[in-house]
Structures are given as C-alpha cells and as structure tokens.
C-alpha cells in the first residue's frame, strides 16, 4: 500500500522543540519531485512551512525561517521537520505531501503549543 504516515506531533510549551516524521511507504520518496510540510491553523488556509526537492534544496516560510528544518534519511524513506523555538502561533495539524509526478498526502499531526 502506498502512503505517508506522520507521526511526532504533540503538546509542547513555547521555547521547545519538536520534530515531525512522514514516513513512506510502498513507495520511494525519490519518486517525487518535491516533499513538502503543510499546516492548517483553524480558521485559517493551509500554508506551506517548508519544501525539500527530490534533489536536496529546500525552502521555507518566512514565518518559520531559521526555526525550524526540513531533511530526509534516504535509508529510512522518510522525511523530517525539526522545529526548534516553537511560538503558540505554530499551533496547527501538520501534514506532509509527496508532490509530482502523483500526488500523495499523509493523515497529518497535531502540533499544540502552550504559552
């Protein structure tokens, strides 16, 4: 079966960390063009937090820039978001994508920031 699965996501206070999995599976991640991070604040459109392209480069949302990183483990077929200086305005349920020549998406985690 082909899919993603996140896993990772929880309650955190301001100031700390966590980091996200999306783990393949069925499939390569080098399969796609592009893996990427999305979250959904309620109330609020899905936004891009952060892109990792089948060849390494990577890009971010202004919003989380310098706090938090995108990386693989081609051994693991799985895609990371370290998030470092977590802020409440982080709350939001995460979800990972495999973007082109399909697109696939993951179930998504919640990530809860306490201030």
């Known amino acids: 079966q082909v899919r993603l699965v996140e896993s990772g996501g929880g309650l955190v206070q301001a100031g700390g960390s966590l980091r996200l999995s999306c783990a393949a599976s069925?499939?390569?991640?080098?399969?796609?063009?592009?893996m990427v991070w999305y979250r959904q604040a309620p109330g609020k459109q899905r936004e891009s937090v952060a892109v990792?392209?089948?060849?390494?480069?990577?890009n971010y949302a202004d919003t989380v820039k310098g706090r938090f990183t995108i990386s693989r483990d081609n051994a693991k077929n799985t895609m990371y978001l370290q998030m470092n200086s977590l802020k409440p305005e982080d709350t939001a349920m995460y979800s990972c994508?495999?973007?082109?020549?399909?697109?696939?998406w993951g179930q998504g985690t919640q990530v809860t920031v306490s201030s």
């Open positions: 994508k495999a973007e082109g020549p399909v697109n696939l």
């Open positions: 069925g499939i390569s991640i080098f399969t796609f063009n592009a």
């Open positions: 990792i392209s089948r060849g390494g480069n990577t």
